[in-house]
């Protein structure tokens, strides 16, 4: 072996724009081995050729890619970012929602609303259940739920869903037609979102694939009514759970939103939402 052809660690770390720790790091991860480690004292060393995959690392680490990608893009499998990508996609999106949230808390200020207790009856509805990832995937998922439901109205007729004075609030998304999100109380990482279609009876023939006809309880809920987009209901919900804790009233899932507005034919900052977060019998102490 020639020896001119090798670089001690700190050479070639500099070299590659890595530090040293960094250079050890990615030899035992397997991305960057030395091309010669000597046995008596455990020193390594680095071909000058080895600098391009370096400050290949230390470019896809600036655009936070994990490293179990990086080693598939290393090993020619580029296809391997398109994962990444989604996810970048998924978080920019994230940000931008976030964003307009502190937007509209900046000028209203810190959220607050109009809240009444009401007592509602149980409700019939058919009910199709969505796998959300997380909080980020919830409107995704909610979307695809009320997807599936009007078609199913529409393969049926209007005759399948309840009429204008059914519970669970007023409103209707399209004429005759109640849809509900319902929930969770507190978000998971990994979550079933649903959808409910009002309707005054068990339909007859089929239902839309993975539905069910349920129930959902009546009760006593804390309402109140958001106008604006869907992805910042939830400032609604803080208002509500906030008015809730001031007077001591347990609260309990799911949460129910009411769409009242058509989203085709609404713009978003004037979409009317009922919220409903249903209250214990008992107080909370």
């Known amino acids: 072996m020639d020896d001119e052809e090798l670089l001690p660690i700190g ?10 720790k960094q250079v050890r790091h990615y030899g035992e991860l397997g991305l960057l081995a030395p091309a010669w480690v000597d046995e008596a004292t455990g020193y390594r060393y680095y071909r000058a050729s080895q600098a391009r995959v370096a400050l290949s690392i230390g470019l896809l680490r600036s655009m ?4 179990a990608v990086i080693a598939q893009v290393l090993g020619g499998s580029a296809e391997a970012l398109e994962s990444v990508r989604e ?8 940000r931008r929602r976030a964003l307009a949230s502190l937007e509209r808390v900046m000028a209203r200020g810190l959220p607050s609303a109009e809240v009444r207790v009401v007592v509602e009856p149980a409700s019939l509805a058919v009910v199709v259940r969505e796998g959300a990832s997380g909080e980020a995937d919830v409107a995704r998922a909610t979307s695809a739920g009320v997807a599936r439901l009007l078609e199913y109205v529409a393969a049926r007729g209007s005759s399948v869903a309840a009429g204008a004075g059914a519970g669970a ?6 004429e005759g037609v109640r849809l ?16 409910a279609l009002l309707v005054e009876e068990a339909p007859s023939g089929g239902l839309p694939a993975g539905g069910r006809v349920e129930v959902l309880a009546g009760g006593a809920f804390a309402c109140a009514t958001h106008v604006g987009p ?3 209901i939830g400032l609604t919900v803080h208002a509500v759970l906030a008015w809730c804790a001031e007077r001591r009233h347990a609260v309990r ?3 129910r939103e009411v769409y009242v507005s058509d989203p085709s034919v609404t713009a978003p900052e004037e979409l009317v939402t009922h919220l409903m977060i249903p209250l214990e019998e008992e107080p909370c102490w």
């Open 64 to 67: 936070d890619v994990p490293l």
């Open 253 to 255: 899932g799911p949460i």
């Open 230 to 232: 869907y992805d910042q």
């Open 180 to 195: 509900v999100g319902l929930f969770p109380l507190d978000m998971q990482e990994a979550m079933d979102v649903a959808v």
């Open 87 to 94: 996810g970048l996609e998924a978080e920019l999106a994230r």
């Open 169 to 174: 609030g007023a409103g209707a998304v399209a």
């Open 11 to 20: 050479a070639f770390a500099r070299l590659g724009r890595l530090s040293v």
